[in-house]
């Protein structure tokens, strides 16, 4: 019969229990404060670099996002707040507030024209076009970082995807199933017909009919009755204006 242990041994067995299990714990916390003081020095190098690059991270959109990225890596956000080392190192807060402001009045001032849906690169050129040609040059990832500045203040502005497009919302309406299908459908002309609907997704006029009823009210499209072959046309402006075509009626381009 196997012998049990008597007291003694289990006593030592929990003394060298709680042994271990200080010395992983004094490992781990040694781990921890080696990694909070390399951070701490990548994080001082990073402001080292901030100022010695800052007119190249103002100026040039590209490599601005490439400082973002350096920053992402160490847990640094340079907008998290508008006061503070970096809005006065670098004065990025201010600078990517400005531009969320630039983005709602582009999305408020064409409202009436594409219900509140525009695409990331018509924001882009809109921004542009109201910043003027001295002003600092933006990007993509400038616009999708100043979005992100207005979704923190509960604004409404959302970007979904549709198809290849991104599009910006700033209307508080939902797209349903349809009304994403149909947008899809669209995106490579930037309108589409009920003949076309029907015959390549096998919608019947009732269906099409609904969607469409309800993206003319938000004047998410709009219509076209002078093509030459005399089909209705339903353009989709958040997805024409992007590609360039001309929302004239009777004219494609």
């Given at each position: 019969m196997r012998r049990r242990p008597g007291l003694q041994g289990l006593q030592q067995r929990a003394v060298e229990k709680d042994r271990k299990s200080a010395l992983g714990e004094d490992v781990a916390r040694n781990q921890?404060?080696?990694v909070k003081?390399?951070?701490?020095?990548?994080?001082?190098?990073?402001?080292?670099?901030?100022?010695?690059?800052?007119?190249?991270?103002?100026?040039?959109?590209?490599?601005?996002?490439?400082?973002?990225?350096?920053?992402?890596?160490?847990?640094?956000?340079?907008?998290?707040s508008n006061k503070g080392l970096w809005a006065e190192l670098l004065g990025i807060g201010d600078f990517y507030y400005e531009l969320a402001v630039q983005i709602a009045e582009a999305c408020l001032t064409t409202r009436e024209l594409n219900g509140g849906l525009m695409d990331i690169r018509d924001v882009l050129s809109a921004v542009q076009r109201r910043r003027g040609g001295i002003a600092e040059r933006v990007s993509k990832d400038d616009i999708m970082r100043a979005i992100d500045t207005?979704?923190?203040l509960g604004s409404g502005f959302t970007v979904i995807k549709v198809g290849?497009?991104?599009?910006?919302r700033s209307v508080p309406?939902?797209?349903?199933?349809?009304?994403?299908?149909?947008?899809?459908?669209?995106?490579?002309?930037?309108?589409?017909?009920?003949?076309?609907?029907?015959?390549?997704?096998?919608?019947?006029?009732?269906?099409?009919?609904?969607?469409?009823?309800g993206l003319l009210k938000d004047q998410v499209a709009m219509i076209d009755d002078g093509a030459p072959d005399h089909l209705r046309r339903y353009w989709f402006p958040c997805l024409s204006l992007a590609h360039g075509k001309s929302l004239n009626p009777g004219t494609e381009g």
């Open positions: 921890v404060e080696r003081e390399q951070l701490s020095t990548f994080r001082s190098a990073l402001e080292e670099f901030a100022l010695k690059h800052r007119n190249d991270i103002k100026q040039n959109p590209v490599f601005r996002a490439q400082f973002h990225q350096m920053c992402a890596s160490l847990g640094v956000d340079p907008l998290a207005l979704k923190g290849s497009h991104q599009l910006l309406s939902e797209l349903n199933t349809d009304h994403n299908i149909l947008l899809e459908f669209a995106q490579d002309k930037g309108y589409i017909t009920e003949k076309e609907v029907n015959e390549n997704l096998g919608w019947p006029s009732r269906r099409f009919d609904l969607v469409m009823d």
